[in-house]
């Protein structure tokens, strides 16, 4: 027996195993910041309801496209690994870069302000409150990881079950507390009725986001070929049904209008209907599983600089491992420094956790479109390519997932603030790692060819 035939994942997984990771993954602190910032732009509880269940459409459609990429190229290195088979090495790159300078600093930033938001909650800090938490836990929790104080599993299913049990909360004391509508829901007349809708749907996506993981499933799912479809379908279904269930609870208990001017909505719901004595515990509970996911987004984040700094020659020092506590040390601080930038933009925007998704929002859909389109180039490249798990109605859906985020991406461009340019601009700044790329490619050939040749 080989190496690689030990070492390869095996198929443990059955179908109920595999819908359970993919809520875990997808259900997560967003639910409780990003209901207000939907409602604003939407006219009606109809229109509100009916983004989250266009988002679940969305979700199925996207991840069917990623299962078949992860069936037929599985790889640790994801999307990277796709686009560099689609398209070149440098595409990679440029991605890597945006990973590591936007998509996944930007998340953090954006996890600091929502446990920022919930912990001014307990413990008001003035105006700044939420943008001094945010910082404050982003410094804590890096200088931890830079220490070797890793998060564990027994800390990650903590967060799940904090994050359930919050859940569940705000769904009983929202559909049977008895709480009454702050205001009675008005009309809204947006200046762009499409410009709302991308708004709204930038959120509900964001909220749904982490779906892409449930493709790397596929290596240890029983009878992949034939499950995956299930699981996805009925992952979707559940999570349809989860959003769907939290967001008519708001609504019941805060009404659109309430809903729409709340900073902590979960906290105003339990204040509705526990008083204060509700709405600090929750806030607890949100604050707790909020630093338990900050902490594994920054602890997943600074591989993306140690494997870049890997690759490339440029900052050297980033590419080092720390023996001593088991990190890449260097790519934490870096990573956190960036993180703390983007948490002081977020501070002068009005809402910083807003700012956040201004600054992700084009660079993820522009990055997403491509992941997309790489499944019809490498059909069209590898027309003999054993596919063991194959997208249904090809190539309707891989279509319908690049005009989606086509418009996701027109919508994160026309309609959100100055975020968004800062975060193009910075990947633009990235450009000239293009270059060293390629010139340290053709070096690398050269000294191959000489050494062949010698």
Not at 226 to 232: A, F, Y
Not at 238 to 265: H, W
Not at 315 to 320: E, T
């Amino acid at each position: 027996m080989t190496s690689e035939t030990m070492s390869a994942p095996k198929p443990t997984l059955n179908v109920i195993d595999a819908v359970a990771i993919m809520v875990g993954i997808v259900v997560g602190i967003g639910i409780f910041k990003t209901p207000p910032l939907v409602a604003a732009n939407v006219g009606s509880e109809a229109a509100f309801i009916g983004a989250w269940v266009f988002g679940g459409f969305v979700t199925l459609i996207g991840a069917l496209c990623y299962a078949e990429l992860a069936s037929a190229y599985p790889h640790a290195g994801g999307e990277y690994h796709f686009l560099s088979r689609a398209y070149g090495r440098p595409v990679a790159v440029l991605f890597g870069w945006a990973r590591g300078a936007v998509i996944q600093t930007g998340a953090i930033a954006a996890v600091a302000f929502v446990f920022g938001d919930y912990a001014a909650q307990i413990l008001p800090l003035g105006a700044n409150g939420p943008a001094i938490y945010a910082a404050l836990g982003i410094a804590i929790l890096t200088g931890l990881n830079v220490l070797g104080t890793l998060q564990s599993k027994t800390a990650q299913n903590a967060m799940t079950v904090l994050t359930v049990f919050a859940v569940a909360l705000v769904i009983v004391a929202g559909l049977f507390g008895g709480a009454e509508p702050a205001a009675t829901p008005a009309p809204v007349a947006p200046s762009s009725a499409s410009g709302a809708f991308g708004m709204a749907m930038i959120f509900v996506l964001l909220t749904y986001g982490g779906w892409s993981e449930a493709a790397y499933l596929s290596a240890e799912l029983k009878d992949a070929p034939r499950n995956m479809s299930r699981v996805l379908l009925i992952g979707t279904a559940v999570l349809v049904a989860i959003y769907a269930l939290v967001n008519l609870a708001f609504l019941t208990g805060l009404g659109l209008e309430g809903l729409r001017g709340s900073s902590a909505a979960g906290a105003d719901l339990m204040r509705a209907v526990a008083g204060d004595s509700g709405a600090l515990i929750l806030s607890l509970i949100v604050v707790a599983a909020a630093l338990s996911t900050l902490n594994g987004t920054i602890f997943t984040g600074a591989r993306v600089y140690y494997a870049m700094a890997r690759d490339l020659s440029v900052l050297p020092q980033v590419g080092q491992w720390d023996d001593r506590g088991g990190t890449p040390a260097n790519g934490l601080l870096l990573q956190g420094t960036v993180a703390l930038a983007l948490v002081g933009m977020g501070a002068a925007a009005r809402d910083g956790f807003q700012s956040m998704v201004d600054y992700t929002a084009p660079v993820f859909w522009s990055f997403l479109f491509l992941v997309g389109l790489s499944l019809i180039v490498l059909r069209w490249r590898e027309p003999g390519r054993t596919l063991p798990f194959r997208v249904p109605l090809y190539p309707l859906t891989p279509i319908l997932f690049c005009l989606t985020c086509l418009f996701m991406l027109h919508a994160s461009l026309a309609y959100t603030g100055i975020g968004a340019l800062i975060g193009l601009a910075v990947i633009a700044a990235g450009t000239p790692l293009l270059l060293l790329g390629r010139a340290e490619r053709k070096t690398a050939d050269a000294s191959e060819q000489g050494a062949g040749g010698a």
